[in-house]
């Protein structure tokens, strides 16, 4: 690809790594690339961060025909930028693309342009213990026209920013609210996306749940409220008895990069790993009889987190003590150690940013 640059005037003042937290900040640059029916995927350019001048009538703006990904860049103590498992990400980005009725991206080009934002931003990568540089690419309808159809125009956009956890709480347990009133997906419909709209769907439960103290939303399936599915911005497994469950991917659940690295790493280590349906009345049940030994979510933003406490039907069940469990501990240390490059790969997961 031929990538044009235009240098920012003015660059901006750095965060704190100390205080920076998740998602308050942007580097100073972004990458965008258009498409029309005519020309496909064209223009690709790096420019300075900036707003994006958008018709009120913009299909995105109304119809939220919108999808995005995430992944992270992390500075190894040799000073190596690596990504994890990128490739992994532009797959389910393009997978995403089909179920919008956005046009494929070309998989090699979009690393490119990952690759070549990252290394201009490279100064941006906090080194402080937790932290990263987040990537946030993502596609936008750009039709000015107010009618329920797929655009033929669209916008492809990366930007950065420097984070810290995505939880305040870091690596230690969090406080889950099981949701059985709203539902965010269902199968046929979106839910296997990273598509906007099932954030939207996702909002109300997840203020009522923080308005209980509540850290995040466990779903439930949305045809009979039964059936464990995903935490807002996680996949979840439990440990029970000895093994390792984790819902099978039925056509609502994300199907996440850390969550399949994660069953990699389990099954290599010689744990029995399930996936299949697995309703929340057996968790209850499990923990009443002293099986359920942990319950951990994954994914990009929080890589592993130990869930310590769950809250359904009014009623409250502390896991393994409010600690971090084995399993959990290991598959933190483990991946973590492999993207910062602190344990060898031996799944070549990682790619270095050149």
Known sequence: ????????????????EE???FGRNTTDYMFIMDYNDEQG???????PYSP?????????????QGVFEGLKAYK???????????????????RSCDRICIPALDEAQVLEAINKIVKLEEDWIPTADGTSLYIRPFVIATDPFLGVHPS???MFIIILGPVGNYYPSGLNPV??????QYVRAVAGGTGTAKTMGNYAASLKAQD??????????????????????????MNVFFKIDGKIVTPSLSGSILSGITRMSCIKLLKGKGYIVEEHPISIDEIIEAHKNGKLEEIFGTGTAAVISPIGELRYKDKDYVINTNDIGEVTGMLYDTLTGIQFGKIEDEFNWTYEVK
């Open 208 to 233: 009522k749940a923080e308005k209980l103290g509540f850290i995040q939303v466990l779903w439930l399936d949305g045809v009979h409220r039964k059936y464990v599915e995903e935490v807002g911005a």
């Open 1 to 16: 690809m031929n990538i044009t640059f235009t240098e920012s005037k003015k660059l901006k003042t750095k965060p704190s």
């Open 41 to 47: 995927w064209y223009d690709p350019k790096i420019v």
């Open 175 to 180: 406080k889950i609210f099981v949701e059985d």
């Open 152 to 154: 033929h125009t669209y």
């Open 19 to 21: 205080t920076m937290g």
């Open 52 to 64: 994006i001048p958008l018709d009120p009538s913009t299909c995105v703006l109304h119809y939220g």
């Open 76 to 94: 190894t103590k040799d000073g190596r930028t690596l990504l994890f498992r990128p490739d992994q990400n532009i797959k389910r980005l393009n």
